[in-house]
């Protein structure tokens, strides 16, 4: 990793990071559809373009006061090696590029080491980047799945 490319962005006033390669694109507010029996992490599912994407709420990931949404509130569309994935937050910041010497894996005490990919000390203070592979815990991941599963059984069967 010579250089990373990532999007700041702003979550109960932090300033977190993903890595660009993992960002689809950056969406205004969207209507999120509440998921009964999705994971705590699991806000619900937005439509985009007749896909449903479930929403992750960091905040409660990572053990923060979420922040209430609000009208314009931006959701990053993002892809793991499992699926695709939207979070909202505060705010987008412009997308940055940083050296490998200002990473470093010193684990921040705000935020459990195993759900970041680095930290980067700026003259903005510290940017906390994300490990987008561990947005779900394993757990979440497989009750998520059934939860889809059987939504997507019950289209077939409305049909």
């Known amino acids: 990793m010579d250089r990373q490319l990532v999007l700041p962005f702003g979550l109960s006033d932090q300033r977190l990071a993903i890595a660009l390669e993992q960002v689809v694109r950056v969406l205004p507010a969207l209507r999120v559809t509440p998921l009964p029996g999705a994971p705590p992490s699991i806000l619900g599912l937005a439509n985009i373009r007749g896909q449903l994407l ?21 959701f990053i569309w993002l892809t793991s090696s499992t699926r695709e994935l939207l979070l909202p937050v505060a705010r987008v910041e412009t997308a940055s590029i940083y050296a490998a010497e200002d990473f470093t894996a010193a684990p921040d005490p705000r935020v459990p080491s195993t759900l970041l990919r680095g930290v980067v000390r700026s003259g903005d203070g510290l940017l906390l980047i994300q490990d987008v592979e561990q947005l779900l815990s394993d757990e979440d991941e497989g009750r998520l799945d059934a939860l889809l599963t059987a939504r997507a059984g019950g289209l077939d069967d409305a049909h």
Request: no cysteine; proline share 14%.
């Open 54 to 74: 479930p929403v992750v709420d960091l905040a409660r990931r990572f053990g923060w006061v979420a922040t209430a949404p609000s009208l314009w509130q931006p």
